[in-house]
């Protein structure tokens, strides 16, 4: 029998925003334990949130053994890895709340018409995964999500923006601009023409729902089982030659977990699923690649008080070496800032309504556009027009960067 242990600690500083002032602040230490026994290919497990008696909690994890939940997956061996991003930060608690005061103050003097809501969080996070057979993987994380919803005061909308920052590193002068970037942009109105082609649109990193189908598509199971767009294609070239779609769980590109629920830490904190636009694999959990005859890609799940699965944590696009001015190439783009109610067709169709846009020329919003709808293919999307991920960020420390393709867009009636 291998005892492995699970232990997700999740502190958190919230500040509740209402009328561009703080109302509320909010203290949470949440710790959940999970303890896994592995016997005779079986899993038995048990979960603790809070303080735990470990002698308890692991006679509870044997009596689950009874029922014989199959996992013939072995634990992970003799890997010793420790990251502590914890310090970068560099900021107490209180000094936190006074930053984030100072920059209420200073968004209401400076845009007076509009109204700010919405969360602001300080987060401390030290996740591990620790077995009897000489695993132990630990890392520790702090940064600050800034999450302010805008709206105008002549305004029916429930928003008419959205700025955000989210860093381990708090810089005020790029945190003042990446929240008031809509702000700016607002007043001012730019044309939109229908040419009849397509055009580059370009997606932060927190807009990423446009690699949805890929989220479904190449899970393990529905890919093996022929459940997926992609199934039966694997080495086939179906994308462009500068797509590449990774398992990222580097920490120094965000804030991921270096190994996955079943201790799996991969080589260079990567596993290519496409590679230069060819099908190389789906995520998988260690069952699931054995099941299937598939490569491990270290995608699975870390909850305290179940079996894994898999999941497309970390799933990205692999970077350029060019900045999205250099992407874009002197043409202007739509900056999409808020597109909800798309999705994707069982063909790999997709459409949206984007509610929030604006004229976007690689470095400056140029103005506010009209509602608008964007659709294409996923074979477009990522094939012919594929253009890339940026190797620049929205500011220093920032998890993202920008995604651009060209699609079709057009013109819905009527304004935000």
């Not at 006074?98 to 987060?123: A, H």
């Not at 600050?144 to 923006?161: A, T, W």
């Not at 730019?190 to 932060?204: C, Q, Y």
Request: hydrophobic share 35%; proline share 3%.
């Amino acid at each position: 029998m291998i005892k492995e242990t699970i232990c997700i600690n999740h502190k958190k500083t919230s500040l509740t925003v209402t009328s561009g002032e703080i109302s509320a602040v909010l203290r949470s230490n949440i710790k959940k334990t999970g303890i896994r026994l592995y016997d005779n290919n079986c899993l038995g497990i048990a979960g603790a949130i809070g303080d735990y008696n470990d002698a308890e909690l692991t006679n509870r994890a044997k009596s689950m053994l009874s029922f014989k939940l199959p996992y013939d997956a072995t634990p992970t061996e003799n890997i010793k890895r420790e990251e502590d991003f914890s310090k970068e930060l560099g900021i107490s608690d209180e000094e936190f709340v006074e930053v984030s005061r100072k920059l209420l103050r200073e968004m209401g003097q400076r845009y007076p018409q509009f109204l700010f809501s919405n969360k602001i969080n300080l987060v401390e996070t030290q996740e591990s995964l620790v077995n009897d057979v000489g695993t132990s993987l630990i890392q520790k994380d702090r940064y600050v999500e800034y999450g302010l919803v805008m709206k105008h005061r002549e305004s029916k909308n429930l928003m008419d923006g959205f700025g955000s920052y989210d860093a381990r590193v708090l810089n005020y002068d790029d945190l003042l601009k990446a929240v008031s970037i809509n702000c700016e942009a607002y007043e001012k109105k730019a044309d939109f023409s229908e040419a009849g082609e397509t055009i580059p649109v370009v997606f932060l990193g927190s807009m990423f729902q446009i690699l949805m189908k890929f989220y479904m598509d190449l899970n393990g199971d529905a890919f093996a089982n022929g459940a997926s767009l992609f199934s039966g294609k694997t080495g086939e070239k179906l994308f462009s030659d500068d797509f590449s779609l990774v398992v990222n769980r580097n920490p120094k590109d965000g804030f991921n977990r270096f190994f996955d629920g079943e201790g799996i830490v991969l080589p260079d904190d990567r596993f290519a699923l496409i590679k230069n636009g060819e099908i190389k694999a789906p995520y998988t959990t260690k069952r699931t690649a054995k099941m299937y005859g598939l490569p491990i890609s270290g995608s699975a799940s870390m909850d305290y008080d179940s079996a894994p699965s898999a999941t497309p944590y970390g799933l990205a696009v692999a970077k350029s070496s060019k900045t999205l001015k250099e992407l874009l190439g002197g043409r202007k783009a739509i900056y999409v800032a808020s597109a909800s109610g798309g999705d994707f067709t069982p063909q790999g169709e997709y459409a949206s309504p984007i509610q929030i846009a604006y004229m976007f020329d690689g470095e400056n919003f140029l103005g506010r556009l009209p509602q608008l709808s964007m659709s294409s293919h996923i074979n477009d999307l990522f094939g012919k027009g594929f253009i890339g991920l940026s190797a620049d960020n929205d500011y220093l420390g920032s998890p993202n960067n920008y995604l651009v393709m060209n699609m079709n867009v057009k013109k819905i009636d009527g304004w935000m």
